[in-house]
């Protein structure tokens, strides 16, 4: 009997978790309901004679990742004007989109080994890619690709077989070790007891 009673309650306690909470007030602002709140950290608040001065308010989703995120500074705390944040997420975890107050959003793709591959955003109105990235099998970064592509703006980065750093270079595919905005940066590396390259 005893266990099946601590089976019904953790049934609930999940299903209170997962039925969300009440909404957090700040000034003339209420949150929505908010979900996956037991356990975790829901708002905090900074006050001065009284009157609030920052707040903030969390979301969670299932998984325990913030979904949602609220906040206030001093001259606008007291107004319904509260800045919201949101936040996405693949089946792994690995954080897919965010979203800003302005309005705009970060988007970003990651591979089969939860690596960034490419970062695009809609700030100008239209998305456009940000970064795009590729590894070498040990998973260190191997070159990364402007918005524009690696016609534009490329970095190579090689490694010795300890695995450490030893040639940055930036550039474009053309010219790795120089652009036509940048002066050419080929960077070098010793460590003791290896060779240099």
């Given amino acids: 009997m005893q266990i099946h009673l601590e089976f019904q309650e ?17 000034g003339n602002w209420s949150s929505p309901a908010l979900t996956d709140p037991i356990g975790r950290l829901t708002h905090t608040t900074t006050v001065s004679g009284g009157t609030i001065q920052t707040a903030t308010v969390d979301s969670y989703d299932a998984m325990g990742d913030i979904a949602s995120f ?31 107050y302005a309005g705009f959003t970060v988007s970003q793709a990651f591979n089969g080994a939860q690596q960034v591959t490419s970062a695009s955003s809609n700030w100008s109105g239209t998305y ?21 592509g690696c016609a ?16 940055f270079q930036v550039g474009n595919s ?5 652009d036509d905005c940048l002066v050419g940066v080929e960077g070098s590396a010793r460590y003791e007891g290896t060779a240099s390259r």
Avoid at 85 to 96: F, H, I, K, R, V
Avoid at 130 to 143: E, F, H, K, R, V
């Fill in 10 to 26: 953790r049934i609930y306690q999940l299903y209170l978790r997962r039925a969300g909470g009440a909404d957090i007030a700040v």
């Fill in 70 to 100: 609220w906040q206030c500074a001093s001259y606008n705390c007291g107004s319904a004007n509260i800045w919201n944040s949101s936040y996405g997420y693949d089946p792994a975890g690995d954080l897919t989109s965010y979203t800003s």
């Fill in 128 to 148: 456009l890619t940000l970064a795009t990235l590729s590894y070498n099998p040990t998973g260190a970064i191997d070159s990364m690709c402007g918005g524009q």
């Fill in 152 to 167: 534009q703006s490329q970095e190579i980065r090689e490694y010795n077989n300890r695995l450490q750093p030893v040639v």
């Fill in 174 to 178: 053309n010219s790795p070790a120089a």
